[in-house]
């Protein structure tokens, strides 16, 4: 199987690396740079927990080859927190209970982030309407949707987003 050279910039470090033409990005992440927040729940695009961020824009890691995020920016759910400071989002999620056992919860705060960067004061519908691609078997949405919507005036409000 053919090699391809890779350049990533990821969570604001340069990557080069060596994949097949079929590596996918979640196992590049996980296994290659050993960011273990990204998960894979279902391999099929549909469950939201490889969601990571390519040039600000939301991906499923799960279906795109590694060769594709090729010289773009990629964020991951430890790119978010600035040292021991988390992210809003990341502490609006531990403060409002958006999360029980964790394993969505990666996914989930990576597409509400696409989601505030692009409408701050996105209302309850629009969190509704835009997370409906990330799947929970735990927490039964309400607590997700209550910490997006926490998170709106720390993310709108100039703070670091």
């Known amino acids: 199987m053919s090699q391809h050279v890779v350049k990533l910039r990821v969570n604001g470090e340069d990557h080069v690396l060596t994949v097949p033409f079929r590596r996918l990005l ?25 969601t990571v961020l390519m040039d600000g824009e939301m991906i499923t890691a799960c279906l795109t080859p590694t060769v594709f995020a090729d010289g773009h920016e990629l964020t991951t759910i430890e790119g978010l927190a600035e040292g021991e400071e988390l992210h809003p989002l990341q502490r609006a999620f531990l403060e409002h209970g958006g999360l029980q056992c964790g394993f969505c919860t990666p996914g989930h705060i990576m597409a509400a982030k696409a989601l505030l960067d692009s409408n701050p004061m996105a209302t309850e519908q629009d969190v509704k309407d835009w997370m409906v691609g990330n799947l929970c078997r735990c927490t039964g949405y309400y607590k997700i949707i209550e910490s997006i919507l926490a998170a709106r005036p720390a993310t709108g409000n100039g703070r670091r987003s």
């Not at 196992?27 to 391999?43: F, P, Q, S, V, Y």
Request: charged content about 25%; aromatic content about 0%; some cysteine.
């Open 26 to 50: 979640v196992d590049a992440i996980r296994e290659d740079l050993g960011l273990t927040g990204t998960k894979e729940g279902c391999g099929i695009g549909v469950c939201g927990a490889c």
